[in-house]
């Protein structure tokens, strides 16, 4: 998805973003960075390398004018200006952070913007705005020679292969609202403090192969799950195999078709009605929309698989993992022992 062995950082400030609960207030530079060699190569890994395994893209949005986007603003002047405007604009950027930045649990820290050019996006050769922000300091021993003898003392510094905030603007389809790549370590947490880097940027997910994708299984596993814990209308046997037949065809296909689909993987009438109505109100109460033809994106269909576990657990006993038809394998009930009970087939132990 994205090349950067060719890239170029042309230029960089940094500002200090505070908290704006605790009037922190922002501590602005007045001119770029002046940077060697190495220290420009250390920075293209603290800044770019979290990126290479991002899949997930974004556009910037608005709910009644993109042009009222402020970042999508900024971007427009500076990709416009070549970047002769990026002091400027980096500094209303960081005031647009300082005004995001007022839940408590929020930490201040250094923002970083920055300009970079020959970044290849799908086969695409684009500048690019970076915006970057270290929040968390890490101690770090160093050993160091004085006379004669060896000391240790310890500083306070940045781990370059931990980037707490980033987002990449690419120069590419602004029609859209700019293709738009985050980083956010804290995207997992709870509450306002995990979602203010979100807030700040004003994005939604950019409905490509991979959002569709993704989507969709993630709406049929939901399904698979709901219909075994609270509809009964599938075993937990039935729910793995149905989850392993999904996988199989986004695996074999390059193209997803929902009535295909539906014949192939769900089969049973019944339960082609019922994914239906669950798909409806995933829909609306997640507010993603889903489409019924669409590629099929290998990285997104990787990605689920990592997140699929073909696994019955019986009680504390036994995992068995499933990978084949459901036919091999019989679900039953023992009344002299009060148990439940599968029994497998197979034609040979290996």
Known sequence: MFD?????????????????????????????????????Q??????????????TLHNFNHESDLERNDLFHYSNEIFDSNSSVLLERSIDIAERLY????HPKIKGGEFYVAFFSNCIIDDEIVNAIGLFKSENKETFLQVFEKNNNYEIGSQKGININRLDKGCLVFNSEKEKGYVVSIVDVMSSGKGNEAQYWKDFLKIKPREDEFYHTKNYIDVYKGFCEDSFKNKNEIDKREQVVLVNKAMEYFDSNENFDEHQ????????PELISSFKDYKTEFEKNNEIQTVDDFDISSLAVKDRKKRTRSVLKLDKSFHVYIHGSQDRI????DENKDLSYYKLFFEKES
Do not use: A, C, M, W
């Not at 250390?42 to 899949?55: A, D, E, H, V």
């Not at 689909?261 to 049973?268: A, G, P």
């Open 4 to 40: 950067f062995t060719q890239v170029e950082l042309e230029k960089i400030i940094v500002h200090k973003v505070g908290n704006k609960l605790r009037e922190e207030g922002v501590n602005q530079s007045e001119r770029f960075l002046e940077l060697d060699d190495s220290v420009k």
């Open 42 to 55: 250390l920075l293209l890994t603290y800044f770019l390398n979290p990126f290479k395994t991002s899949n």
């Open 99 to 102: 005004s995001k930045s007022d």
């Open 261 to 268: 689909f539906e014949s192939e993987v769900i089969v049973r």
């Open 330 to 333: 019989e679900r039953g009930y």
